[in-house]
T-cell receptor
């Protein structure tokens, strides 16, 4: 148990559906992240939120839409996905401090399958 | 550019030592990390080392850093079947940059 929870753990959706992934951290951290993990590829950083402000968007298609209503919650809204978007989506949080380490704590992930 | 290289697979016998290697390109990295991912789970932080250190030991884990060669290794002593997982090396260069992961298989 890392203090970061994700729901749902598994999701199967059609290409025309709209769904949302949810992440919650109970660690009092000030930064949250979405990563995509596909088979045989390095972890891909998608979005970063620092103090609820989006600080990074790594050229992610607009069919993925993040939302960070407060420093403890992070959502990833999905619509009109493609089969190649099937992957494990990981949420992480960290406490960022200038000059310090900001080790990230990961949730268990949501296994997404797009049919 | 940002790049982290790891070999994809390592197989050892239970009780042996495992050494997982990683090379990176960014010489300005401050912290380097090792994460473990078990099947069906997220990444778990195992240990990290500050770039001005060359070794860190934590129970069965030993991290060695050769900053000149930009080479990081993780040694697991007395490897157990429960150590079977994917191990990710990462460095902190503004954001965390991860390698592809090394799948460690421990045979009884």
């Amino acid at each position: 148990e890392t203090g970061v929870t994700q729901t749902p753990r598994h999701l199967v959706m059609g290409m025309t559906n709209k769904k949302s992934l949810k992440c919650e951290q109970h660690l009092g951290h000030n930064a949250m992240y979405w990563y995509k993990q596909s088979a045989k590829k390095p972890l891909e950083l998608m979005f970063v939120y620092n103090f609820k402000e989006q600080t990074e968007n790594n050229s992610v298609p607009s069919r993925f839409s993040p939302e960070c209503p407060n420093s403890s919650h992070l959502f990833l809204h999905l619509h009109t996905l493609q089969p190649e978007d099937s992957a494990l989506y990981l949420c992480a949080s960290s406490q960022e401090a200038r000059g310090g380490s900001y080790e990230q704590y990961f949730g268990p992930g949501t296994r997404l399958t797009v049919t | 550019g940002e790049d982290v290289e790891q070999s994809l697979f390592l197989s050892v016998r239970e009780g042996d030592s495992s050494v997982i290697n990683c090379t990176y390109t960014d010489s300005s990295s401050t912290y380097l990390y090792w994460y473990k991912q078990e099947p069906g789970a997220g990444l778990q932080l195992l240990t990290y080392i500050f770039s001005n250190m060359d070794m860190k030991q934590d129970q069965r884990l030993t991290v060695l850093l050769n900053k000149k060669d930009k080479h990081l290794s993780l040694r697991i002593a007395d490897t157990q079947t429960g150590d079977s997982a994917i191990y990710f090396c990462a460095y902190q260069g503004g954001k965390l940059i991860f390698g592809q992961g090394t799948e460690l298989s421990v045979k009884p």
